[in-house]
């Protein structure tokens, strides 16, 4: 390709300084107007649907507002309200917690499954895609299909522990096992994300790196503490800080599952949001709740960016 | 956010193919047959836990409600009711609710398309003024859940009429980081020679992304359409803000619906859910590499 651009720049007739400045000074207009011109589309849907938002975000922050009628200006009073709102502490706890067990199991689930299936085995391909099937399921048809499985009458799930003669668990009526039945499903549907990952990364570690390895007598678990784990840790921080901040967008299963319920116990801070917005109308209050999740979403989203820009560095 | 994985992911992607192209089959199967014997054992048994619920929703969907609450319920069907895949069409608009997901998922891929292909080459090989604070500041919403801007939103939607329509559902999510992200870090591989010479034969900015770059990219467009339209058929919590009249219902705001409907008649609940899911899954079985090498491009999102 190079040679192809100096042989048709060669026979170019000799240009006067001036003339070449005001030549390249014209096609700089002409890139810049186009780069503008085809990037407009997507910074007028950024600016309408995305800037405006995150910026009256924080005013309707400060507002009283039903969603009809009249706004009215509080101040800050929201986010006092919420800092004595009990079920505002349950629902961050609630996240917090279901986010330090999904994000670890999520983990060890999917890096088991790429290293399961990395190497060459009969039918890899189809193994591959059937793990990955959950991913693209609609998180309302897996809520519905656990709905199911977990009923705590008629469900397939409980009806097979007591056939083994283990006690039959209250799914939805046990705050904790409702806990953990939303747990289950978020494992299922991301397994397959996780594989997909690491076997990308996986794929990406010379074969080498493995002799060099086999010589000085890394093999089995050995090899993989010593070589595979300790390369994998770019792609393991990003997975880590990916899941956080999917785990706190949590939604669709919950809303249909366990509806937050009992009580309170699988209440997510997204689920108070959009319950105290859409529910109680009370949508001042569920635009500070909003501020704050937008404000924990970004310090993750920092994270990640300081941290890959170092590896750049490195 | 994560260029550096980007460009990880690239090189893993071409040390796949070199790999692939390179090596010996039978380098690659020199196992133990112990080994692999017992990792396929291993696989099996992952597939039929994983698989279980989704044969489940199928055994389900054919049973009757007096079938599922005899206890024990058989694993296997005993009759195979049929009309739970059909009799739910005539009691409620699932049709409708097929075409509003079917309208919203095309016009968001066909939009998201147009407006994610153009702003990321213009991002990634045209300099204009802002260029990087820009791309930063859209980069920096990635990770911004509905819930956050949803109360502003859903006024602006009022504001614009759209409530209950599919442009409502359409317009507010295409502002969305991930397709442009994607776009960009595709286009940042392409050679810039390539675009000089195509601009030195006398080619302006838009031929030469027309007829130039555009041809090449046809992995880049398979894995935008494919992970729009699966975001956007699966997507709920939106069309739940907006779509109020049953009428306006995409999928799986109709499904949860139905939930209350059909309460403890799972059977065509069920049937319903496997129908609303089946385009995904064809779609996935027939484009899976995109899915897969979608993920590896983009540094995983």
Same mark, same amino acid.
């Given at each position: 390709?190079?040679?192809?651009?100096?042989?048709?720049?060669?026979?170019?007739?000799?240009?006067?300084?001036?003339?070449?400045?005001?030549?390249?000074?014209?096609?700089?207009?002409?890139?810049?107007?186009?780069?503008?011109?085809?990037?407009?589309?997507?910074?007028?849907?950024?600016?309408?649907?995305?800037?405006?938002?995150?910026?009256?975000?924080?005013?309707?922050?400060?507002?009283?507002?039903?969603?009809?009628?009249?706004?009215?200006?509080?101040?800050?009073?929201?986010?006092?309200?919420?800092?004595?709102?009990?079920?505002?502490?349950?629902?961050?706890?609630?996240?917090?917690?279901?986010?330090?067990?999904?994000?670890?199991?999520?983990?060890?689930?999917?890096?088991?499954?790429?290293?399961?299936?990395?190497?060459?085995?009969?039918?890899?391909?189809?193994?591959?895609?059937?793990?990955?099937?959950?991913?693209?399921?609609?998180?309302?048809?897996?809520?519905?299909?656990?709905?199911?499985?977990?009923?705590?009458?008629?469900?397939?799930?409980?009806?097979?522990?007591?056939?083994?003669?283990?006690?039959?668990?209250?799914?939805?009526?046990?705050?904790?096992?409702?806990?953990?039945?939303?747990?289950?499903?978020?494992?299922?549907?991301?397994?397959?994300?996780?594989?997909?990952?690491?076997?990308?990364?996986?794929?990406?570690?010379?074969?080498?790196?493995?002799?060099?390895?086999?010589?000085?007598?890394?093999?089995?678990?050995?090899?993989?503490?010593?070589?595979?784990?300790?390369?994998?840790?770019?792609?393991?921080?990003?997975?880590?800080?990916?899941?956080?901040?999917?785990?706190?967008?949590?939604?669709?299963?919950?809303?249909?599952?366990?509806?937050?319920?009992?009580?309170?116990?699988?209440?997510?801070?997204?689920?108070?949001?959009?319950?105290?917005?859409?529910?109680?109308?009370?949508?001042?209050?569920?635009?500070?709740?909003?501020?704050?999740?937008?404000?924990?979403?970004?310090?993750?989203?920092?994270?990640?960016?300081?941290?890959?820009?170092?590896?750049?560095?490195? | 956010?994560?260029?550096?994985?980007?460009?990880?992911?690239?090189?893993?992607?071409?040390?796949?193919?070199?790999?692939?192209?390179?090596?010996?089959?039978?380098?690659?199967?020199?196992?133990?047959?112990?080994?692999?014997?017992?990792?396929?054992?291993?696989?099996?048994?992952?597939?039929?836990?994983?698989?279980?619920?989704?044969?489940?929703?199928?055994?389900?969907?054919?049973?009757?409600?007096?079938?599922?609450?005899?206890?024990?319920?058989?694993?296997?069907?005993?009759?195979?009711?049929?009309?739970?895949?059909?009799?739910?069409?005539?009691?409620?608009?699932?049709?409708?609710?097929?075409?509003?997901?079917?309208?919203?998922?095309?016009?968001?891929?066909?939009?998201?398309?147009?407006?994610?292909?153009?702003?990321?080459?213009?991002?990634?090989?045209? /300099?204009?003024?802002?260029?990087?604070? @820009? #791309?930063?500041?859209?980069?920096?919403? &990635?990770? =911004? $859940?509905?819930?956050? +801007?949803?109360?502003?939103?859903?006024?602006?939607?009022?504001?614009?009429?759209?409530?209950?329509?599919?442009?409502?559902?359409?317009?507010? /999510?295409?502002?969305?980081?991930?397709? @442009? #992200?994607?776009?960009?870090?595709?286009? &940042?591989? =392409? $050679?810039?020679?390539? +675009?000089?010479?195509?601009?030195?034969?006398?080619?302006?900015?838009?031929?030469?992304?027309?007829?130039?770059?555009?041809?090449?990219?046809?992995?880049?467009?398979?894995?935008?359409?494919? #992970?729009?339209?699966?975001?956007?058929?699966?997507?709920?919590?939106?069309?739940? +803000?907006?779509?109020?009249?049953?009428?306006?219902?995409?999928?799986?705001?109709?499904?949860?619906?139905?939930?209350?409907?059909?309460?403890?008649?799972?059977?065509?609940?069920?049937?319903?859910?496997?129908?609303?899911?089946?385009?995904?899954?064809?779609?996935?079985?027939?484009?899976?590499?995109?899915?897969?090498?979608?993920?590896?491009?983009?540094?995983?999102?």
């Amino acid at each position: 390709m190079t040679t192809v651009v100096t042989r048709r720049r060669a026979p170019e007739p000799p240009v006067r300084a001036g003339g070449r400045r005001r030549v390249a000074s014209a096609a700089l207009k002409a890139e810049r107007r186009a780069g503008l011109l085809m990037a407009s589309p997507a910074l007028l849907v950024f600016t309408l649907f995305m800037f405006i938002p995150l910026a009256l975000t924080f005013w309707y922050s400060l507002q009283r507002y039903s969603g009809f009628g009249r706004m009215r200006f509080i101040g800050l009073d929201n986010y006092a309200a919420i800092i004595n709102d009990a079920t505002f502490w349950t629902a961050s706890l609630n996240t917090l917690l279901y986010t330090a067990l999904t994000v670890p199991i999520g983990i060890v689930c999917g890096l088991s499954a790429a290293l399961l299936l990395n190497r060459w085995m009969p039918a890899r391909g189809l193994f591959r895609a059937l793990f990955y099937v959950p991913v693209v399921i609609s998180g309302v048809a897996s809520g519905i299909i656990f709905l199911r499985l977990f009923d705590p009458i008629v469900g397939i799930l409980n009806q097979m522990l007591t056939t083994i003669g283990l006690p039959a668990i209250d799914w939805q009526g046990n705050g904790t096992w409702a806990l953990v039945s939303i747990i289950l499903v978020s494992t299922w549907q991301g397994i397959g994300f996780g594989m997909v990952v690491y076997l990308a990364a996986l794929q990406g570690i010379p074969r080498e790196v493995y002799e060099a390895g086999t010589v000085d007598g890394a093999v089995g678990w050995k090899r993989f503490i010593h070589i595979t784990w300790p390369l994998l840790r770019p792609t393991t921080f990003f997975l880590v800080v990916y899941s956080i901040i999917g785990s706190f967008q949590v939604f669709d299963v919950v809303y249909v599952l366990t509806r937050g319920g009992p009580g309170t116990s699988t209440t997510f801070l997204v689920q108070y949001a959009y319950d105290q917005g859409f529910n109680q109308r009370r949508q001042g209050y569920a635009a500070a709740i909003g501020v704050i999740i937008y404000l924990v979403v970004l310090v993750f989203t920092v994270l990640q960016w300081r941290f890959s820009k170092s590896r750049d560095d490195a | 956010m994560s260029t550096a994985l980007t460009s990880v992911a690239t090189t893993e992607v071409t040390a796949i193919e070199e790999a692939n192209a390179t090596l010996p089959k039978d380098e690659e199967r020199h196992q133990p047959r112990r080994v692999v014997l017992t990792r396929v054992a291993i696989a099996v048994v992952a597939a039929i836990i994983l698989m279980f619920p989704m044969y489940w929703m199928l055994r389900t969907s054919v049973a009757t409600s007096d079938e599922l609450s005899t206890l024990p319920v058989p694993l296997w069907p005993q009759d195979w009711h049929w009309e739970n895949y059909t009799q739910p069409w005539s009691q409620y608009p699932f049709a409708r609710w097929l075409a509003n997901s079917v309208v919203i998922a095309v016009l968001s891929v066909v939009f998201t398309l147009a407006i994610n292909l153009m702003a990321g080459y213009a991002f990634a090989k045209l /300099r204009f003024p802002m260029r990087n604070l @820009l #791309f930063l500041l859209i980069i920096s919403t &990635l990770m =911004v $859940p509905v819930q956050v +801007i949803m109360v502003p939103q859903f006024q602006m939607v009022i504001d614009l009429h759209l409530l209950n329509s599919n442009w409502g559902v359409v317009l507010p /999510r295409l502002a969305e980081a991930f397709g @442009l #992200f994607m776009a960009r870090q595709f286009f &940042l591989s =392409v $050679p810039d020679e390539l +675009i000089e010479a195509a601009r030195i034969d006398g080619a302006g900015h838009f031929r030469t992304f027309w007829s130039v770059v555009l041809p090449l990219s046809k992995p880049l467009i398979a894995s935008l359409v494919i #992970f729009t339209f699966m975001w956007r058929w699966n997507e709920f919590v939106w069309p739940l +803000i907006v779509l109020n009249d049953p009428d306006a219902y995409t999928l799986p705001v109709g499904l949860q619906f139905l939930i209350q409907q059909f309460s403890s008649n799972f059977g065509p609940l069920l049937a319903m859910s496997f129908l609303s899911i089946l385009p995904m899954l064809l779609v996935f079985a027939f484009f899976q590499k995109y899915f897969v090498e979608g993920v590896a491009r983009t540094g995983l999102k």
